[in-house]
């Protein structure tokens, strides 16, 4: 079996001992007995469309802003808000709400995500004012946050050996195809202006979509037991959501808001707090109790180099996807929409390399990892080279967002895997909080950081005088974020070295 694909969860219908991280031996949960198995083909269409819906409800809402400032009459900073209200709530609450799943049932946690989810949509998609609909997107956020976490644990506890493989193979195509579509959709639904509707379309497509998932989830999702009486470690909750908040928030709002005092003050702040928590988990772990992150699950090698290069292969592609949609609609002048079909071969060269990986020897799997790392860091640079004086790029741009589509397939699909191969089935919810949250924070970072760099260059008046950036000098702005993109791709593929070392 592929180094990684094994797993250490029984067969269906046993229950076997199984070894821990911490060398204690318990028993396994048991699976569905021959006969009852769920239906995987049916509950991974569930998990798969959740993701899918929620994922690109973060992307969805970013070509509808102008609308939206419009219509809501809106000052910059609340559009700001009204996008990054749901990523804030989501990532502070992703870890808690694998927690809630292990102790409440990871379906019964799945469906009230869902379900609030669902009727958060339908409130953003009916606000009558900024406010509300910041509020109504806080709300959706944390529905997403109590969903999501479910699904590496359902995936975890459904699929074994090559089965889950496949699956989080899936998961990883749905994440980088979601951002994409979200980016067509958005324009799409926004030019359409359905009924005089506007941008209102864009969330409530998530109520009629919701409902029909809810359904299927209740039919469905496997009817299980909590699998932990973990308490909720309160605060670990509240030291970690205000880490996060304090490295988040000024991430998001800092280049909308030029910058001032309180950012660079709140991320100055953030790596204490970051201590602060790691102190408060040890100090509940001596007295006993349950701490939001278990120390075993931060020293599986595996997890903690997987997540590291997930890490940086989704904060380059998320920074230049975001400033690569930003050249093509401010700096060529592109809609919306074709600006999002631009993003097709992207797309295509990630379900290629996410459901291709599997077929390579498996003794490639982490040496493939690298490359790939290698293939997408030459895609940014390829495109950056490419467009650099301004031009359309031609039959070779197509070329290129493949290469760099094949290099994110090759690398995100086989980390998930590698990151979950060799976590105790008790912990699998609290590898999972943190897999999750990974990606997340990546992704707010990457456009951050990345995003940035670009919005900074590209800034920059064109030769006439103009108001607007002129093409050239955003080319010149996306070339010099492919350069840091890139070598952050490229640290991505070390963050693997110990493993390959390890494994020769």
Not at 302 to 325: E, K, N, P, R, T
Not at 342 to 368: C, D, E, I, N, Y
Request: hydrophobic content about 50%; some cysteine.
């Amino acid at each position: 079996m592929s180094e990684l694909t094994q797993d250490r969860i029984p067969g269906p219908g046993r229950l076997s001992a199984v070894e821990s991280a911490d060398g204690v031996t318990r028993n396994a949960p048991p699976a569905a007995p021959k006969g009852k198995r769920p239906q995987h083909t049916g509950i991974l269409l569930v998990v798969l469309g959740a993701v899918f819906m929620v994922l690109l409800d973060a992307t969805v809402v970013n070509v509808a802003t102008p609308t939206m400032r419009t219509d809501l009459d809106t000052t910059g900073s609340a559009l700001q808000l009204i996008v990054s209200g749901y990523t804030i709530s989501y990532a502070a609450l992703l870890i808690t709400g694998a927690r809630l799943g292990a102790r409440h049932g990871f379906r019964t946690v799945f469906l009230t995500g869902l379900a609030t989810f669902t009727l958060a949509s339908l409130g953003c998609g009916l606000a009558p004012a900024a406010g509300v609909l910041i509020a109504a997107r806080v709300v959706q956020g944390i529905g997403a946050g109590l969903m999501v976490p479910q699904i590496y644990s359902l995936i975890q506890l459904t699929f074994e050996g090559p089965a889950r493989a496949r699956a989080l193979s899936l998961y990883a195509t749905v994440i980088a195809v979601a951002v994409v579509v979200g980016q067509v959709a958005g324009g799409l639904l926004v030019s359409a202006d359905l009924f005089g509707t506007g941008w209102r379309p864009v969330f409530l497509i998530n109520v009629p979509v919701g409902l029909a998932l809810l359904v299927a989830a209740v039919r469905l999702l496997p009817v299980g037991t909590p699998r932990s009486a973990k308490g909720l470690d309160l605060p670990g909750l509240v030291t970690l959501t205000a880490a996060l908040l304090l490295l988040v928030v000024p991430l998001v709002l800092g280049h909308e808001q030029h910058w001032p005092l309180w950012t660079t003050l709140c991320l100055a702040a953030s790596a204490p707090m970051f201590g602060v928590f790691v102190l408060v988990e040890r100090g509940v772990a001596r007295r006993g109790g349950a701490p939001l992150v278990p120390g075993r699950v931060l020293r599986s090698p595996d997890l903690v180099c997987g997540a590291a290069a997930l890490f940086f292969g989704m904060a380059g592609y998320a920074g230049f996807l975001f400033s690569f949609s930003q050249h093509l609609q401010s700096g060529l002048g592109e809609s919306a929409t074709r600006a999002g079909l631009a993003f097709v071969p992207l797309a295509l060269g990630v379900a290629t390399g996410s459901l291709t990986w599997q077929k390579l020897p498996a003794r490639w799997h982490l040496p493939m990892i690298a490359a790939a790392s290698a293939l997408a860091a030459a895609g940014y640079l390829g495109i950056g080279c490419t467009l650099r004086a301004g031009g359309q790029g031609g039959l070779v741009l197509p070329a290129l967002q493949l290469l760099w589509g094949l290099g994110l397939g090759y690398t995100t699909s086989p980390l998930l895997t590698l990151a979950l191969s060799r976590i105790d089935p008790a912990d699998a919810s609290d590898a999972s909080g943190v897999l999750t949250t990974v990606p997340q924070l990546a992704q707010v970072v990457g456009v951050a950081a990345y995003g940035s760099i670009f919005l900074a260059l590209a800034d920059r008046p064109g030769t006439a005088g103009a108001a607007a950036p002129s093409a050239v000098a955003s080319a010149q702005a996306l070339y010099a974020t492919a350069l840091p993109v890139a070598a952050g791709t490229l640290l991505g593929a070390l963050a693997i070295l110990p493993l390959l070392r390890k494994r020769r």
